[in-house]
């Protein structure tokens, strides 16, 4: 049984930042890649960020340039790190992984999803 937990959201000023963890567990993803996805309400997911097991990262536009992402894989764990936040970034936010070792950016590429953390930005 593969479980991603997500934590780390919350409420934060336009400008604040925030830093969103997911902790892969059942099964190591070691070897493939980690993805984040988020829904505003209304909205359909879209792609934010993924991350290879080579460390290799891709950003959607928007975010590109205030959004980091990394993996520790030894802690079968992922982040994001999100900075000078927009009240247009508020979301529930997804953590989701493949064993595949390429870096999908639609939701269809990714096997495994955790329940969601909200991101609130106020302005």
């Known amino acids: 049984q593969v479980q991603l937990v997500e934590s780390g959201g919350g409420l934060v000023q336009a400008g604040g930042s925030l830093r969103l963890s997911c902790a892969a567990s059942?099964?190591?993803?070691?070897?493939?890649?980690m993805g984040w996805f988020r829904q505003a309400p209304g909205k359909e997911r879209e792609f934010v960020a993924s991350?290879?097991?080579?460390?290799?990262?891709y950003f959607t536009d928007s975010v590109k340039g205030r959004f980091t992402i990394s993996r520790d894989n030894a802690k079968n764990t992922a982040y994001l790190q999100m900075n000078s936040l927009k009240p247009e970034d508020t979301a529930v936010y997804y953590c989701?992984?493949?064993?595949?070792?390429?870096?999908?950016?639609?939701?269809?590429?990714?096997?495994?999803w955790g329940q969601g953390t909200q991101v609130t930005v106020s302005s």
């Open positions: 989701a992984a493949t064993h595949l070792p390429i870096a999908p950016s639609t939701a269809g590429g990714y096997r495994y």
């Open positions: 059942g099964r190591t993803f070691s070897r493939g890649t």
């Open positions: 991350i290879t097991w080579g460390g290799s990262a």
